[in-house]
């Protein structure tokens, strides 16, 4: 990432954190806080900081040696992802969408910007949208996902050097989700444990069947079509790891599917699950779901 980052954004970082002068009229666009609670925050983000006279020109100051020290690029991050953290809102949501706006407008034209990464904030290149990969990864950390963020990072990290192994880790990421459901429900785990069997079996306990009655009729026949394709991406990848992943075999050195494929079914694989752990919120939006380990693996 390139640091340091101009006065602006120091500024505009400045402004979320302490909220603003103390003599400003004008209502705080982050949260106002005084010295101490400035301090307190900055504790939080592992930074000594005492304020030493006023409360926002010591805060600047502190700001300017970070982004000016050998590690702007691990302390910076780190304290504007709390400043945007979107849980200090939660009864005022505008204002979070006013803290990324006077942020954003300042970080693009250092080539950054803040996004939200399932319930996280990040600081990210700007222009390049969070995948989907990414908000799943916040979405498990949120909710103690690991063994989905387990089967991710496998995924990602052998795409291209051991496509056939990403193809495997993706499908593993789906089961994951099934079989985390399905134990959290007390349901039993179906006689068939590949992921097709999964998928099929945690689609009527969250509402996911096709032929359910309980949609709109303008839009019923799209949303079960959507449904049915959602089945058969799941199937899809399931049998690409059959035939061409490693779970099952294959012979030493020799790469059935290449990258591209790889990715495809780690994309795929990472929608889907999103869409079930998505659908878990909304259904249980008070229930978490915790790690559930393959019995098997």
Known sequence: MPFPLSPQSIDAIADIISGGG????TPPI?????GPKIEKFMRACNVAFTVNGSRVPSLVQCLINLNNGFEADQALPRI????????????????????LD????ALRFDGFEVQQQGGRMRLV????????????????EVIDFDTVSRDLDRALASSQTDPEDAVTAACSTVESVCR???????????????????????????GLSPDRSDIDPLIANDVRQILSGLAT???????????GGDAHGREKGYARIDARIARLSIHAASTAAL????????KFPARPLPKVDDPAG
């Open 125 to 140: 290149e700007a222009g390049k949208n969070v995948p989907v990969l990414a908000e799943l990864a916040g979405l498990s």
């Open 80 to 99: 504007i992802e709390a400043a945007a953290d979107p849980r200090d809102f939660i009864h005022e949501p505008e204002r979070h969408i006013a803290v």
């Open 22 to 25: 103390g003599n400003d009229t």
């Open 102 to 105: 006077h942020l954003n407008r």
């Open 233 to 243: 991406v799941i199937g899809g990848v399931g049998a690409l790891r059959t035939h």
């Open 275 to 282: 869409f079930l752990i998505e659908t878990w919120q909304r």
């Open 30 to 34: 982050g949260i106002y806080r005084s």
């Open 180 to 206: 985390s459901i399905l134990i959290e429900l007390g349901l039993p785990l179906p006689a068939k444990k590949d992921v097709q069997g999964l998928y099929n079996a945690v689609k009527q306990p969250l």
